[in-house]
């Protein structure tokens, strides 16, 4: 039997890589011999730029840049040749036929999964670092910057970002703010954009439909999970409202913009780099999918592994797993998902929709969340153990 393991990652616990390795040594003890592939998933974020760069066996440049919380950390950058990429992922991308393509993922320096929980506060929060990066690729004379945008700790809209790029933020004793975040915005008198850095367009990779502002914006559904109480929500979103009003007035640009699908991902960094710089929104799942050739993966394989961490209602939204499963359903193709959690109704929607599919949650009711996470490298094996004993 031809499996393939196409995993996400398992926030704070297992990497997209990690699980996939978990489940070729499951298969590898299997009484009965299977070919296995690995195809770990990533939507932009954890990951995203070391499994597209040596998947084309790129290289990788190395740069110090500040993370989120404006310490100092080493991150590389992928660079892959044009040439490496199939003219239908260039023409899907809208990417130039020549030069080099630098690999950039947000979550490496400024990922929510590094800070610890005492520390996740998107007040406090910057993209300067992603600024940082983006300046770099600007000395490397690359012909476009492939950047992901998930897993990101901040909110605040790629101010910091653009001040790494040669915006200056004043205060009102026209005093540079060195670290915009959104607790320095109050003290923001003047954008000076006169020096920005040039840099070559930018194919922004991103599954997150929502626009910045609004119950569905960046404030609203991301702001929590990074740490924004509930208390402050209302006063974030008018600080995002007026600073981005602002963005749009500094650059010439429609304020209406704030309504366009992907500016509210990441805190909101595509609606700052996207009023500074020539950017496109490309689906992280179609794009990843493309690169990986996925598709053909899916119709070589009897059976298929998939899975992430929680599988709920934002799974459905276009999440790598998912996304899995409509695939194979298309060619009737046997899938299994192995979720640390999963909701019901999720489920429920999934199992009415799909036929041929497993859900089932690997994470242990009796255990917290502290103790599911800790032990989920062995809840995983033994419940992909179980499943596979059944297709034997």
Known sequence: MRILA??????????????????????????????????????????????????????????????????????????????????????????????NYAVIEMSS????????????????????????????V????????????????????????????????????NQPIFFPNPESWGRIRTICPEKLVTLPSIRIACDVTNQLLGEGGATFQFGPQKGLSISRRDEMESNMDIMSARLAETFEKPLVFREEEGTGAAGGIGYGLSVAYDTKFVPGFSFVSKWFDLEKSIQNADLILTGEGRFDQTSLMGKGPYEIIRMASR????????????????????????????????????????ENLLNASDLFQQKLNYYLSLHQ
Request: hydrophobic share 35%; charged share 25%; net charge negative.
């Open 331 to 370: 060619y009737n193709k046997n899938v299994i998902l192995l979720a640390g959690s999963v909701d019901s109704d999720a489920k429920k929607k999934c199992m009415n929709e799909f036929s041929n599919l497993k859900i089932e949650a690997f994470g242990n009711d009796q255990f917290t969340l502290e």
């Open 6 to 99: 196409a995993f996400d990652k398992c926030k704070d616990s297992l990497s997209a890589r990690e699980i996939c390795a978990l489940a070729q040594k499951v298969v590898s003890t299997q009484p009965i011999s299977h070919e296995i592939e690995c195809s770990p998933l990533t939507d932009g974020g954890e990951g995203f730029a070391q499994l597209l760069t040596e998947q084309k066996s790129g290289s990788y440049h190395s740069i110090l840049a500040s993370d989120s919380i404006g310490e100092e950390k080493e991150v590389r950058i992928g660079i892959v040749p044009f040439d490496k990429l199939e003219p239908n992922l260039r023409e899907f991308a809208d990417l130039p036929d020549h030069g």
């Open 109 to 136: 320096i400024a990922g929510l999964s590094d800070l610890p929980p005492e520390k996740r506060n998107p007040w406090l929060t910057s993209t300067v670092g992603v600024g940082q990066l983006l300046a770099e």
């Open 138 to 173: 600007a000395s490397l004379k690359v012909s476009a910057i492939i950047l992901g945008i998930g897993g990101s700790a901040t909110n605040d809209m790629g101010l910091g970002a653009l001040s790494s790029l040669g915006v200056r933020f004043l205060d009102q004793e």
